[in-house]
């Protein structure tokens, strides 16, 4: 019988108290997190890691992974809370969706304002991701962020602000929506880059990152596919040498299409043009894919 939800701490603001200087710093355990809101169900607490989330690299969002696969495996979860920092909250919750098993939810929240202000949002956000995660209805959700009031699918999902409580953007989540799944991985070992583009840029920034270890390259682009000529070029090279290549657009919500020269040259050169993900997600979707083995060209982007 499901009978307890847990709940996985990572830091983030949602942890974070203003130090005397005013600087905000994630010292606040899961016991901590969990007292604040007066939540009533029966909840299990462990702690990932403690830090800002811009802090996060592949191997501690391998450890959150495996800690989320651990729970979701025991019989009496009735799903997963993920506490995390908003800055790359997006990240981590699109590799937990792509990654993880089941029919469990996963939810992640945290908190525009520290612990330490009055005002903070984070006990209504982690008490709300609290009872979604326990109530029947969630099953089958997926991974989710749970933030002001609202329940977005992981996918899709970005951070659009920096200040007021609806830090997140995204679509509802919807019970019965087509899952994208990859086999269980760790995506530490695995290096994909992203890289911007602009006006005037050359394939410097595409050729340091092969050369530096990458197997998969997510293009931030100009418009729905603008890219100088030079990039095209070291996109097409580097396609052929096995390297994975995604074109984002710069301009959040918008695809990547053939509608001009730009995109319809990217998909020449061997690239894959994304229609749904930002760059940071679709960098992290790449790792994920090209960690577990998979081929890229079934995956939606």
């Not at 009978?3 to 200087?21: Q, R």
């Not at 989330?53 to 993920?82: T, Y």
């Not at 609290?130 to 002001?148: E, K, M, N, Q, T």
């Not at 999902?157 to 799944?181: C, I, L």
Request: proline share 5%; net charge neutral; charged share 20%.
């Amino acid at each position: 019988m499901n009978n307890f939800v847990t709940l996985i701490t990572t830091g983030g603001t949602i942890a974070s108290v203003a130090d005397p200087s005013g600087v905000r710093r994630p010292v606040l355990g899961a016991h901590d997190l969990l007292a604040a809101t007066g939540y009533q169900g029966r909840v299990k607490v462990r702690e990932a890691v403690r830090k800002d989330s811009s802090l996060l690299d592949f191997a501690d969002v391998d450890q959150i992974r495996r800690i989320v696969a651990q729970e979701l495996d025991n019989p009496s979860v009735s799903g997963v809370v993920v506490a995390h920092g908003t800055d790359t909250m997006e990240e981590t919750a699109i590799l937990l969706d792509l990654l993880t098993g089941g029919d469990k939810p996963v939810v992640l929240t945290g908190a525009a304002r520290p612990a330490s202000d009055p005002a903070t949002d984070g006990p209504a956000n982690l008490r709300h991701a609290l009872a979604f995660a326990a109530s029947p209805g969630a099953r089958g959700a997926g991974a989710v962020i749970c933030f002001a009031g609202a329940t977005l699918a992981a996918r899709g999902a970005h951070k659009r602000h920096t200040g007021g409580d609806d830090v997140f953007g995204g679509r509802a989540h919807a019970k019965g929506a087509p899952a994208v799944k990859a086999p269980a991985c760790d995506i530490a070992a695995t290096r994909v880059d992203l890289v911007a583009l602009c006006q005037g840029a050359d394939r410097t920034g595409v050729d340091a990152s092969v050369a530096a270890g990458a197997r998969g390259l997510v293009l931030a682009t100009m418009g729905n596919g603008g890219v100088p000529d030079s990039v095209t070029q070291a996109v097409a090279e580097h396609a052929r040498a096995g390297i994975a290549v995604v074109a984002c657009s710069r301009v959040l919500g918008a695809p990547v299409t053939p509608e001009y020269s730009g995109g319809a040259r990217l998909i020449a050169a061997g690239a894959l043009l994304a229609a749904e993900l930002s760059a940071p997600q679709a960098r992290m979707q790449l790792a994920a894919v090209l960690a577990s083995g998979s081929d890229p060209r079934r995956f939606p982007w």
